[in-house]
């Protein structure tokens, strides 16, 4: 069975540093990979996804991630983070069968310091 | 608005009784996933349905049960409710069966038993 690990639980960051969120998986076959943000009372948006070809991928609101085949690794990175972007973010990878279900981590709760 | 719409959006009901959560899909997508969103145990998938038929099966308990109608919305019973069963609710939807799709999520159902 595939797996995401997303180490801790909060991460503090100041207003304009870098932000960086860790996601670890688990797959024996190439994955499909996602990340998902969730504001306070509402559902889960995509941020963006890792399907195949070029390794580094750009989603909304400035965020990017990259697949690292050799670290089985897709952190999410933002080079300056804002206010708005203190929300929880889930990292999830697509099942091996067709059904094309998600297995999401824990999610990790980002704060932004003024 | 993310097209998928989940209603009721709060709920508060009694130990031992039944509720069923509402789910209509976003326009033309045919797959639709229902997870269980708790602080202690994260993003749990529940059931998946695509184009009425069941295709996958999580960590669903046996006093809870699902079906999706052939106008592709979906419903979610949860019956004989406990303390532990309340959480966030969550429906979500995807066009095909494809891992490249992931899903775009509606906004949730509160649940509270008390």
């Known amino acids: 069975a595939q797996s995401v690990t997303q180490l801790g639980s909060h991460v503090s960051v100041s207003e304009g540093a870098l932000v960086l969120l860790r996601c670890n998986y688990s797959?024996?076959?190439?994955?499909?990979l996602f990340w998902y943000v969730q504001y306070p009372n509402q559902g889960l948006q995509l941020l963006l996804k890792?399907?195949?070809?070029?390794?580094l991928v750009k989603g909304i609101n400035g965020f990017e991630a990259e697949f690292k085949k050799s670290e089985t690794s897709f952190h999410l990175t933002k080079p300056s983070a804002h206010m708005s972007d203190a929300a929880e973010y889930f990292c999830?990878?697509?099942?091996?069968?067709?059904?094309?279900?998600?297995?999401f981590g824990k999610g990790i709760t980002l704060s932004v310091r003024p | 608005d993310s097209g998928v719409t989940q209603t009721p959006k709060h709920l508060i009901t009694a130990t031992g009784q039944r509720v069923t959560l509402r789910c209509s899909p976003r326009?033309?997508?045919?797959?639709v996933y229902w997870y269980q969103q708790s602080l202690d145990q994260g993003l749990q998938f529940l059931i998946q349905?695509?184009?009425?038929?069941?295709?996958a099966k999580g960590n669903i308990l046996e006093r809870f049960s699902a079906q999706q109608f052939p106008d592709l919305h979906s419903e979610l019973n949860l019956s004989s409710l406990e303390l532990g069963d309340s959480a966030l609710y969550f429906c979500a939807s995807s066009l095909t069966l494809s891992r490249v799709d992931g899903y775009t999520f509606g906004s949730g159902t509160r649940l509270t038993v008390v």
């Open positions: 326009s033309g997508d045919l797959s």
């Open positions: 797959s024996s076959v190439p994955p499909y």
């Open positions: 349905y695509y184009n009425g038929e069941e295709r």
């Open positions: 999830a990878v697509s099942d091996l069968r067709a059904n094309s279900k998600l297995t």
């Open positions: 890792y399907t195949t070809g070029a390794t």
